[in-house]
Nanobody, 121 residues
Framework: QVQLVESGGGLVQAGGSLRLSCAASGRTFSSYAMGWFRQAPGKEREFVATITSSGGATTYASSVTGRFTISRDNAKSTLYLQMNSLKPEDTAVYYC??????????????WGQGTQVTVSS
């Protein structure tokens, strides 16, 4: 029912910034809670941030609090992740997800294919 496509990844130096986007198909984007997850080489997928369907509430992993900002534009059916003060340990494939509730685990109905973020020292 929903297709998600991430974009905006790339190579950036430590301390730099990137803005990831997740474009959603369909007219029901505003009904879904959304989340960002990431998976680094050799590690399990981990929660990054989540946002409610209206955008009224957000949650962040402690590792990114104060540096990352999740937001959404329901009129454009797009989810964003603004990443500032990037660190090498932020290097990972970043995935967006859509679901019924804004949970911090992986219990989301739909997932994108991911976009690579690489932070150099």
């Amino acid at each position: 029912q929903v297709q998600l496509v991430e974009s905006g990844g790339g190579l950036v130096q430590a301390g730099g910034s990137l803005r990831l986007s997740c474009a959603a198909s369909g007219r029901t984007f505003s009904s879904y809670a959304m989340g960002w997850f990431r998976q680094a080489p050799g590690k399990e997928r981990e929660f990054v941030a989540t946002i409610t369907s209206s955008g009224g509430a957000t949650t962040y992993a402690s590792s990114v609090t104060g540096r990352f900002t999740i937001s959404r534009d329901n009129a454009k059916s797009t989810l964003y992740l603004q990443m500032n003060s990037l660190k090498p340990e932020d290097t990972a494939v970043y995935y967006c997800a859509a679901g019924t509730r804004a949970v911090t685990n992986s219990a989301y109905e739909y997932w994108g294919q991911g976009t690579q973020v690489t932070v150099s020292s």
